[in-house]
């Protein structure tokens, strides 16, 4: 039996199930399950009550299809979520075929790729899907043997009977285990870890054999009959607006279908839409546009306005006081070294590697659409709203994405491509940006900030006082989206005398989440004048920070949260100190003799529930060209790896990443619009500059499990730095590092 367009509800997938011939269609639906799924969605209220969050359908043959409910960007997640289910259910992976879920509230709860919170909110509820469905198996072989349940036991897809020696395949069982009731999730027994057979197990991703092979699966490989192209032209200052546009003179050339201005609205830009025959008609017919902007105030913004801004806020009071523990003054007069630096980072773009797209077809009322979305389900109201109609009327599709990185967060293709669908009704219509259209028009972050740090330490080389003028971009005295610095950021509650104040540079610029927001940022940051700190008191860095971690918090402010890191959870020193010991460990630090030219640097990070630290090792030569020689990576995420092969993964990715981003990535704003406009200008990490070796170990430790593909990510930016600094004595305090004259070797 297939389940790929089947939509059932507990009330009706029996007789769904009977009529399908013998297959067993599971669909779980408890408010229990409700409640634990909602731990794991992307933001909003717990939605009750939820339907089928997972389904399994076990065919005659013993084949099992588990459908992967949230989208696929590249982290795994589409095999490790059915990895969960397999385990519980007791089937043999090989036996396990994986389909993508299409958005759905009522029947999945939450759908998101985002803060690695994907492991973290649906590890116990897959498993006890998968254990729910095997007791059904159970129950049913024990009425058809009349046999206690108790003595039965499975394994690889199969129910056993020890003392009769009967076995019976979970295809067999099928069409009887239809009948028998799902039990409450609360009660079922999961497995323990130790008897595990899939998680914890290498698994090759469910969607490689169709990537190398080329077959079609991503969002721009759509193609349905009679397809148009679209393409959107917006105006390169963010938010101006269309005065007028040569549309009839556009749709007057061949091959076009149709061009029209698109009113403004949430999440959607004002511009001009073409359609045609084919993109690259749709995209030639735009540079014959000739549209008359108003480009409103943002017109104003600019790089060098922004630094200028910058510096004038560090030589006044702050706007805001973020904390204030202790006397910061009194601590800089009293310490025995103290430390004044600036530090500055700039607007990065996301630029994954397959630009915004998404198919959509408006027929008699009703949308049709096939997306590319980290949350497709604020897409699909998104679209709803954009063309004034019920999201019940929308039927979304979920599209395996070429990257994401936190860009896919944000829905205003899905808008656009909404409108422009409903504009030509009954002809499905594929948008696509341009990699310019993605580098102009992106939600921006990391977001630009300067630091003004102050520091002290005192004769014994402990850290007495630490300062943070802390300037970002925003409205009046509200940072911009992911453009912040929080009361908990480490190593707050661990110095004394610590202060965080905030000034506001007036912003248009759009800004949002971008793998490990904030952190990935503030690492570089906070890791790298910890460094500075720790040479001014004359110690080891590694050393350094572990005598930083042991010494006695400050109690956490009753009307805050936790805090300590982007991400959510709270900060646990002994687990930071865990990873920065064993990494130093790995790396034989302060045990080995390096050339001259060569040196190592420590950074760690807390975010998104992980630890992280990690120590780079670089050579750096006389015209400072930089090789990265390797690089130890040292993680805590919990209990459980649930795919030792994708977590690998995604902390190499994770480092490569922030490696590309420390040498050579800078957006720059002139005039309110983006200077970069293709690769050719934003320069991306290559093959041979990337380290021929990163080493990733995992600390295990008894908490549950969390996500990988963030965390990972904020500690390589300031060990690359670091390293840098002990290879050189140069100190990096801005990026990027190509500013400074640095290249790869």
Request: aromatic letters at 6%; a positive charge; proline letters at 6%.
């Amino acid at each position: 039996m297939s389940t790929a367009s089947v939509s059932v509800n507990r009330r009706s997938f029996l007789k769904v199930s009977a009529a399908a011939g013998g297959g067993l269609m599971v669909a779980l639906y408890t408010d229990a399950f409700a409640d634990l799924l909602a731990q794991g969605r992307q933001g909003g209220a717990p939605a009750a009550p939820l339907t089928p969050d997972a389904f399994i359908t076990i065919s005659p043959d013993g084949i099992a299809t588990i459908t992967g409910k949230n989208p696929e960007i590249g982290q795994g997640i589409k095999t490790a979520l059915p990895m969960l289910i397999a385990e519980e259910l007791d089937i043999d992976w090989k036996d396990v075929r994986v389909v993508q879920g299409d958005v759905s509230q009522v029947k999945f709860g939450g759908q998101s790729a985002g803060g690695s919170t994907a492991i973290p909110g649906n590890y116990t509820p897959m498993r006890q899907i998968g254990a729910a469905a095997r007791a059904q198996l159970v129950a049913a072989a024990a009425a058809q043997w009349s046999v206690p349940e108790a003595e039965l036991t499975t394994a690889a897809g199969k129910v056993m009977h020890a003392a009769s020696k009967r076995t019976i395949g979970y295809g067999q069982l099928a069409a009887k285990a239809a009948t028998m009731p799902a039990p409450a999730l609360a009660s079922v027994t999961l497995k323990d870890p130790k008897n595990f057979t899939i998680v914890g197990k290498n698994k090759v991703g469910v969607d490689v054999h169709k990537i190398v092979t080329g077959q079609a699966l991503f969002g721009m490989d759509m193609n349905l009959p009679g397809m148009k192209f679209a393409v959107y032209e917006k105006c390169p200052v963010f938010g101006g607006t269309v005065v007028s546009a040569n549309t009839e003179e556009i749709k007057a050339l061949p091959g076009i279908t149709a061009c029209f201005v698109v009113a403004p609205g949430p999440s959607l830009a004002n511009g001009v839409a073409i359609v045609a025959d084919t993109w690259w008609t749709a995209n030639q017919a735009r540079t014959k546009l000739k549209i008359q902007w108003n480009e409103g105030t943002t017109a104003t913004n600019s790089t060098m306005g922004f630094d200028r801004s910058a510096l004038e806020f560090s030589k006044k009071a702050p706007q805001t006081v973020t904390r204030n523990d202790g006397d910061h003054g009194v601590a800089m007069k009293e310490a025995a070294k103290t430390v004044d630096a600036a530090y500055q980072y700039p607007f990065l773009v996301h630029a994954q590697l397959e630009p915004m797209n998404c198919t959509a077809a408006f027929k008699d009322g009703k949308m049709e659409m096939w997306a590319t979305s980290q949350t497709p389900q604020q897409g699909l109201s998104l679209a709803a709203t954009a063309c004034g109609i019920a999201p019940t009327d929308i039927t979304m599709h979920l599209m395996r994405m070429g990257g994401g990185f936190g860009r896919r967060l944000a829905n205003d293709y899905i808008a656009e491509s909404a409108v422009i669908a409903k504009n030509v009704p009954g002809v499905p219509v594929q948008l696509r940006w341009t990699r310019e259209d993605d580098m102009r028009s992106d939600v921006y972050h990391r977001a630009a900030g300067w630091h003004f740090l102050s520091g002290g330490v005192d004769a014994s080389g402990k850290i007495t006082a630490w300062r943070d003028h802390f300037v970002t971009v925003g409205k009046g005295t509200m940072p911009s989206g992911s453009a912040t610095l929080g009361m908990n950021e480490f190593p707050a509650r661990f110095v004394p005398n610590f202060s965080i104040v905030q000034s506001i540079n007036e912003s248009g610029i759009p800004t949002g989440p971008m793998r490990a927001p904030g952190s990935n940022a503030l690492a570089f940051v906070m890791q790298s004048f910890i460094d500075e700190l720790a040479h001014a008191a004359g110690k080891d860095p590694v050393a350094f920070r572990v005598a930083l971690l042991d010494s006695t918090p400050l109690p956490i402010p009753q009307t805050q949260g936790p805090g300590g890191g982007g991400g959510g959870g709270g900060f646990n020193a002994a687990r930071a100190k865990g990873v920065v010991e064993l990494v130093a460990a790995k790396s034989g630090w302060g045990k080995r003799t390096l050339p001259k030219g060569t040196g190592m640097g420590i950074a760690f990070h807390f975010s998104h529930s992980g630890y992280f630290a990690e120590v780079a090792e670089v050579t750096v030569d006389a015209q400072k060209r930089v090789k990265v020689n390797k690089v130890w990576v040292v993680g805590d995420i919990g209990r459980q790896i649930v795919n030792p092969s994708n977590a690998n993964n995604q902390a190499e990715g994770c480092v490569v990443d922030g490696l590309g981003q420390a040498m050579g990535l800078e957006i720059t704003i002139d005039g309110g619009k983006v200077v970069q406009k293709n690769f050719n200008q934003y320069p991306l990490i290559r093959m041979k500059d990337a380290p021929t070796t990163i080493q990733v170990d995992y600390l295990l430790s008894d908490n549950n499990p969390t996500g990988i593909g963030e965390p990972a990510m904020p500690p390589s930016i300031p060990a690359l730095c670091n390293a840098i600094f002990a290879a050189t004595g140069e100190r990096v305090r801005s990026l990027p590092l190509i500013k400074h004259g640095f290249s790869w070797a």
